[in-house]
C-alpha cells in the first residue's frame, strides 16, 4: 500500500521540476549549485531532476546545470509546425542578400526549404545543396542547381557521409545558409546528429559567409552536437520579436545581427 509520504514527495519533486523549468525560461539556464541552495535541497537531488528533464527532452545538461533543449531537433514532418511565419520573414531577408553570379550553398531544414520557395525564380546565380527536398523546390528556376550526393539522413532530408564530404571539399561558396537547431553565445552552433554537425562545418570551410537564420525557439537554445562556435556566424537573422534580453549575448561577437518582419 502507498503512504502519503510517497504521494508528498512526488507532489514536491513535482513542484520542483516545475520550478526548474520555470528558472530556465526565465533566465536561460540553470545552475544546479544556486538551485539546489535556494530550494534547500542537496545538488544531488537538482541533478537527479534534471536527468529526467533531460530525458524527457525538456533540457539539455551541461557542466554545472542545464540550458533550454531546442524543439528543433524534432522531425522534419513536425518542424514544419513551428513558428511558420517567422521562417517566412527570415527567408525574404535572406532573398535580399542575394546577387546574380553568385554560388550560394543552402543547407537542408524548413528554414531553409522557405528560403527556396521565395528566392525569385529569375535568378541567375548557382545553387548547391546537399537536401534533395531541397532540389526539388528549385526545379523551375533559372538558377543552376548542383546537388551533392551522398547516404541520405531522412531526419533532415541532407545528404552526409565520405561522398556528401569529398564533393563539398570541390566547392568554394560566397553564401552559406547554415541549418542550426540551437544557436547560443556561449556553447555555439550546434544540431541533433554528430554526422550532419561535420558536413555542416565541411560547407563552413568552403564559403566565404555563413549566415544563420534562426527562429525564435532557437535562441538561446542547445543541442548536443557542436558545428562551430557562434562567433563564426557572419550573419544572424533572427525574427523581429526576439527580445533584446535574448540577443544581448551576442552583440560582443562579430557577427550582423538583424531583426526581421
Avoid: W
Amino acid at each position: 500500500m502507498q503512504s502519503q509520504d510517497d504521494g508528498g514527495d512526488r507532489l514536491l519533486t513535482r513542484e520542483r521540476r516545475r520550478h526548474l523549468l520555470g528558472t530556465l525560461k526565465r533566465d536561460g539556464r540553470i545552475l544546479a549549485g544556486e538551485t539546489a541552495v535556494a530550494l534547500g535541497v542537496s545538488e544531488d537531488t537538482i541533478r537527479r531532476d534534471l536527468r529526467e528533464l533531460a530525458a524527457e527532452r525538456l533540457l539539455l545538461r551541461v557542466h554545472g546545470g542545464a540550458l533550454p533543449a531546442s524543439p528543433a531537433t524534432e522531425n522534419l514532418v513536425a518542424r514544419r509546425t513551428i513558428s511558420p511565419q517567422e521562417k517566412t520573414a527570415l527567408a525574404r531577408a535572406a532573398c535580399r542578400m542575394l546577387r546574380p553570379g553568385q554560388v550560394i550553398f543552402l543547407d537542408g531544414g524548413t528554414t531553409a526549404l522557405e528560403l527556396a520557395r521565395q528566392i525569385d525564380k529569375d535568378l541567375r546565380a548557382t545553387i548547391v545543396t546537399h537536401s534533395p527536398t531541397i532540389a526539388a523546390e528549385l526545379v523551375d528556376h533559372r538558377a543552376e542547381v548542383l546537388v551533392v550526393g551522398g547516404r541520405l539522413f531522412k531526419h533532415s532530408m541532407v545528404t552526409v557521409g565520405a561522398a556528401a564530404a569529398e564533393a563539398i571539399r570541390g566547392i568554394r561558396a560566397d553564401l552559406y545558409f547554415m541549418g542550426v537547431t540551437g544557436i547560443h553565445a556561449e556553447h555555439g552552433l550546434t544540431t541533433g546528429d554528430a554526422e550532419e554537425a561535420a558536413i555542416k562545418r565541411l560547407i563552413a570551410e568552403a564559403a566565404a559567409e555563413i549566415v544563420v537564420m534562426a527562429s525564435s525557439e532557437k535562441i538561446g537554445a542547445v543541442s548536443p552536437f557542436l558545428i562551430l562556435p557562434a562567433r563564426s556566424v557572419t550573419q544572424l537573422l533572427v525574427p523581429h520579436a526576439v527580445s533584446a534580453r535574448a540577443l544581448k549575448p551576442f552583440r560582443p561577437l562579430a557577427m550582423e545581427v538583424t531583426r526581421c518582419r
